[in-house]
C-alpha cells in the first residue's frame, strides 16, 4: 500500500516526504547518511565492526568516515546534484551516540548550511537517555531505535557486551541494563514528541517468536513504526553466535511475523537496510559519486 496507511495525520504530515517512512515518498524523495560516527558502545552478535552498523545498514561494505566538516560540505555537494535530498541521517558505522561530539557538531554544521534537511539519527539505544535534551536542541526530526528483544536471557545470545558508565557489562546484567534503557529513551522522546521507529534484527531461533512481544512493549511506549528486518546471513554469524551457522529468515517467515505484528503498531515492509553512507533514492546507491576525495577537490 502506499501513502497515509493507518499513521494518524499529525504524523503522516511529519513523515510524508520521508522516504524511510512512506512507501510513497521513497520514490520521490532522496536521503543520505555520513558516516561519522566509528566508535560502538555495545557489540552485537550480528556485527564484527568491519562493516557498517546494522542498526540502519547492510553488513557488508565498509564506509569511509568524515569528519563533522567533511560531512557538511558532502551534505552541501549532494544537495546540489540531487534536488530531491530531503534527509539527512546519521547511522553509523558505529553508533552515533558513542560519538556525541562529532554526531552533535554535524548536525549543528548542517542545520545551519542547509536549514531545510530534516536531520535523523538512528542509534542501539544505551546512551539515549543520556542525549535526549541534545537531540531535541539539535531538531533532530526523527530517531530510530535498534530494539531486538525485552527479554534479557534473550539478550544475553545478542549481545555478548556493552560498555556503560565506564564498564564492561556481560551476560544477563548487560542485556538488561541496554533493554532499559532503550525503552527508558524511546519513551523519553515520544513524550516530547519526537518521532520514533524501531528496528528490529529478525535472528531465527533467538527471538523471532519474542518479537511480538517487543512490537507490543515499543508501541505501548509510541513507537510510531516498527521496522522488522531480516538478519542477513553471514559465514561469521556461525561462529559468534555460537551455533552451526546463524541463517537469517526466510521471505515466508519474515512475512508471517509481520503480519503477526500489523494491527499492533505500522510496520515497515520497504526497508532496503541501507549503508551508512547510502545517498540517494532508497533502493538506489550513489555513494560511489560522492567520494571524500572527490567532495575534497570541489575546493
Ligand atoms: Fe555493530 Fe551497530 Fe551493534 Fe554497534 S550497535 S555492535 S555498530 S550492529
Ligand atoms: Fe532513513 Fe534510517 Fe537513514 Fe534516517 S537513518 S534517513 S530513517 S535510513
Not at 549532494?78 to 558505529?94: D, E, N, Y
Not at 515520544?190 to 527471538?207: F, Q, W, Y
Amino acid at each position: 500500500q502506499a501513502g497515509q496507511g493507518d499513521l494518524p495525520k499529525t504524523i503522516w504530515e511529519k513523515v510524508k516526504n520521508h522516504p524511510c517512512y512512506s512507501e510513497e515518498a521513497h520514490h520521490h524523495y532522496a536521503r543520505m547518511h555520513v558516516a561519522v560516527a566509528p566508535a560502538c558502545n555495545v557489540q552485537c552478535n550480528y556485527c564484527n565492526r568491519k562493516y557498517d552498523c546494522a542498526n540502519e545498514s547492510r553488513p557488508g561494505v565498509v564506509s569511509e568516515k568524515l569528519t563533522p566538516e567533511q560531512a557538511v560540505r558532502k551534505v552541501l555537494a549532494v544537495a546540489t546534484s540531487i534536488p530531491q535530498l530531503t534527509v539527512l541521517g546519521i547511522a553509523g558505522p558505529g553508533d552515533p551516540l558513542a560519538n556525541p561530539e562529532k554526531t552533535f557538531k554535524t548536525f549543528e554544521l548542517v542545520a545551519k548550511a542547509a536549514p531545510d534537511i530534516k536531520l535523523c539519527l538512528s542509534t542501539n539505544g544505551l546512551a539515549l537517555p543520556d542525549y535526549v535534551d541534545s537531540i531535541a536542541r539539535a531538531k533532530v526530526d526523527h530517531v530510530t531505535i535498534t530494539i531486538n528483544t525485552i527479554d534479557p536471557e534473550i539478550g544475553a545470545k545478542i549481545y555478548p557486551w556493552i560498555f556503560f558508565n565506564h564498564k564492561r557489562y556481560t551476560g544477563i546484567e548487560a542485556a538488561k541494563i541496554l533493554t532499559d534503557r532503550q525503552l527508558q529513551g524511546l519513551q523519553m522522546l515520544t513524550e516530547r514528541g519526537i518521532l520514533c521507529k524501531v528496528n528490529s534484527v529478525m535472528i531465527p531461533d533467538i527471538n523471532d517468536q519474542h518479537l511480538v512481544e517487543v512490537n507490543k512493549a515499543v508501541k505501548s511506549r509510541g513507537a510510531f513504526l516498527h521496522n522488522i528486518m531480516p538478519l542477513i546471513s553471514a559465514s561469521e554469524h556461525g561462529t559468534v553466535f555460537g551455533l552451526n551457522g546463524q541463517r537469517g529468515p526466510t521471505a515466508q517467515e519474515l512475512k508471517a511475523l509481520q503480519d503477526a505484528c500489523e494491527g499492533e503498531t505500522n510496520v515497515m515492509r520497504h526497508c532496503r537496510q541501507c549503508r551508512a553512507d547510502a545517498v540517494g533514492l532508497l533502493g538506489e546507491d550513489r555513494s560511489a559519486e560522492f567520494t571524500t576525495e572527490g567532495i575534497m577537490a570541489m575546493d
